[in-house]
């Protein structure tokens, strides 16, 4: 079944440094993937999305590019900033077949960032 | 309000009573959709309708577990005989399509613990 691969935690970086979170999806279509960010005490709100290959989805300087050959979709920011500290979830939406409009979940990485 | 709306935001039960929890989606929206998040976890599907029609309900964990959207708009997920097991934040989620390759749209989410 369709399922997603995301980077343990918790990441810790000082300011203005480069973040990379990894995610991998397994899914028997063509998902729409898509990166979540949960600040403390709030829901999901959505970062960027790529609904097919090649799209690179980009918001707030985080960009994603989705790769289909790595069945992959890493978030990455040049310079990071303290209000960037969230968990950040990377989601596929599944296309097809029984569970046809579902989101599948990673389970979350912790980012702070230190000033 | 201009998002989803989920009350209470926390609720507190004790083993084996019973607990209802609210969603109220963005106007308009078709499509409402229930997670549960476990802590330190990704959000997990539950259940899903299209309007009034609840079309897939096999995320529900068990039998205890029931869900309604009797109008097509606010919905209710109702837990009988509460367990541990059952603490977890409690996420809903519309869109304004039927299906589609477009995001979902998160509320805050109830966070519930079972005593």
């Known amino acids: 079944g369709d399922s997603v691969t995301q980077m343990e935690g918790p990441v810790t970086l000082s300011e203005e440094a480069f973040l990379t979170i990894n995610c991998t999806y397994t899914?028997?279509?063509?998902?729409?993937l898509f990166w979540y960010v949960q600040y403390p005490g709030e829901g999901l709100q959505l970062l960027l999305k790529?609904?097919?290959?090649?799209d690179k989805g980009s918001n707030k300087g985080f960009e994603a590019t989705y790769r289909k050959e790595t069945t992959s979709f890493h978030l990455e920011k040049g310079s990071v900033q303290v209000s960037d500290s969230a968990v950040y979830f990377c989601?596929?939406?599944?296309?097809?077949?029984?569970?046809?409009?579902?989101?599948?979940f990673g389970r979350g990485t912790q980012l702070t960032v230190w000033p | 309000g201009a998002g989803v709306s989920q009350s209470p935001r926390y609720k507190v039960a004790k083993r084996g009573q019973d607990v209802a929890l609210r969603c109220d989606p963005i106007?308009?929206?078709?499509?409402l959709f229930w997670y549960q998040q476990a802590l330190g976890q990704g959000p997990e599907f539950l259940t899903y309708?299209?309007?009034?029609?609840?079309?897939?309900k096999s995320g529900l964990p068990s039998d205890r577990f029931f869900a309604e959207r009797p109008e097509g708009s606010v919905s209710t997920l109702k837990i009988q005989r509460t367990q541990q097991e059952d603490s977890a934040v409690y996420l809903c989620?519309?869109?304004?399509?039927?299906?589609?390759?477009?995001?979902?749209?998160f509320g805050d989410g109830t966070r519930l613990s079972i005593l």
């Open positions: 989620a519309s869109s304004p399509y039927r299906v589609s390759n477009q995001p979902q749209h």
């Open positions: 899914a028997t279509g063509y998902p729409s």
């Open positions: 790529a609904t097919k290959a090649d």
């Open positions: 989601a596929l939406l599944a296309d097809r077949g029984s569970t046809l409009g579902r989101l599948y």
């Open positions: 106007s308009g929206h078709v499509s």
């Open positions: 309708f299209q309007n009034e029609a609840q079309l897939d």
